[in-house]
């Protein structure tokens, strides 16, 4: 089942999409795809988050089965699949070429780097990413990410999936030059407003490919920037969901993004920073594809 969230006739929903796949197998979304407005019938459970904390899925996938489908995609704007997760914890070097990136000599670290986005630096699928007027090095990070479903703390690595709702993609949006402001933290380069992207839906565990083999791809503009596979992990979800939910309590809704392979622009010489004009397209086999244009800011 792949869950949106989205705006018709000004009316927030979430709903089931009916997805078809192109030849290679990778779900893309597209204007004619049916939608089943499950928030519409579902009134107990008002938007996404609440569907997962009442661990009620089995009913959306039971209606979205035998509903009668209410609209298309391209009758919906569609927001953040998970429109305001209270947390969003982001994995700073988890594949092992990233790690070999930074020529530190470093020996592969023994625990996740980690950092948090707010929601606000993020937009839904379609929508434009913003290049912020304080810096001309706006990069790209395609990621795929872990939606939470069931709370839990101190989670066993073995009982890590019965606590995933699904998985979602993430453009985890950087702007190279702020991160280096402060001494100890990348928060500021992480989270200007509109400055990256997720979506453009949440492919539920029923639907989900092997997350120990997942091919994750980063092009801009059709240029292919970043290739690699779920098997090159350092920490695999598994190990990600046992170490953060050590100190975290992780609720329904919540993402874990969890890294990016090697290819972001600023590992280019000379760097290929993202420009208004630019298309960044994040895709995994199995989940579908993020797009998303890239725009300056407007002026305040």
């Known amino acids: 089942m792949r869950l949106v969230s989205f705006v018709r006739n000004g009316r927030p929903s979430y709903g089931a999409v009916l997805v078809r796949t192109d030849p290679g197998g990778t779900p893309a979304p597209a204007p004619t795809?049916?939608?089943?407005?499950?928030?519409?019938r579902l009134l107990a459970y008002p938007d996404l988050r609440a569907l997962l904390?009442?661990?009620?899925l089995d009913a959306a996938r039971a209606l979205s089965v035998r509903a009668n489908v209410d609209c298309t995609l391209g009758d919906v704007t569609l927001q953040r699949p998970i429109p305001w997760p209270e947390k969003i914890v982001c994995v700073g070097v988890n594949y092992a070429e990233r790690n070999e990136e930074y020529r530190d000599g470093a020996e592969a670290p023994k625990y996740p780097s980690l950092f948090v986005r707010m929601p606000d630096s993020l937009v839904a699928h379609g929508a434009p990413v913003l290049r912020p007027p304080e810096s001309g090095q706006l990069d790209y990070e395609g990621e795929i990410v872990i939606v939470v479903g069931r709370a839990g703390r101190r989670i066993p690595a073995a009982q890590a999936r019965a606590h995933v709702a699904g998985l979602t993609l993430m453009n985890e949006g950087t702007v190279r030059d702020w991160l280096r402001h402060g001494k100890f933290n990348v928060t500021q380069g992480k989270n200007f407003v509109a400055s990256?992207?997720?979506?453009?839906?949440?492919?539920?565990?029923?639907?989900?490919?092997?997350?120990?083999?997942?091919t994750l791809r980063t092009?801009?503009?059709?240029?292919?920037?970043?290739?690699?596979?779920?098997?090159?992990?350092?920490?695999?979800?598994?190990?990600?969901?046992?170490?953060?939910?050590?100190?975290?309590?992780?609720?329904p809704g919540d993402l874990i993004a969890t890294g990016t392979p090697t290819g972001a622009g600023a590992r280019f010489d000379p760097p290929k920073w993202l420009v208004p004009?630019?298309?960044?397209?994040?895709?995994?086999t199995g989940i579908g594809v993020l797009r998303n244009p890239v725009a300056d800011e407007p002026a305040a």
């Open 33 to 40: 795809l049916p939608v089943v407005d499950l928030g519409a």
């Open 53 to 56: 904390a009442a661990d009620a």
């Open 277 to 284: 004009g630019d298309t960044v397209e994040v895709e995994a």
């Open 196 to 214: 990256g992207a997720v979506g453009p839906w949440i492919v539920t565990t029923d639907a989900c490919p092997d997350f120990t083999d997942i």
């Open 219 to 251: 092009r801009v503009n059709g240029e292919l920037r970043q290739d690699d596979n779920t098997r090159r992990m350092m920490f695999p979800f598994d190990r990600l969901i046992e170490y953060v939910s050590t100190f975290m309590l992780l609720k």
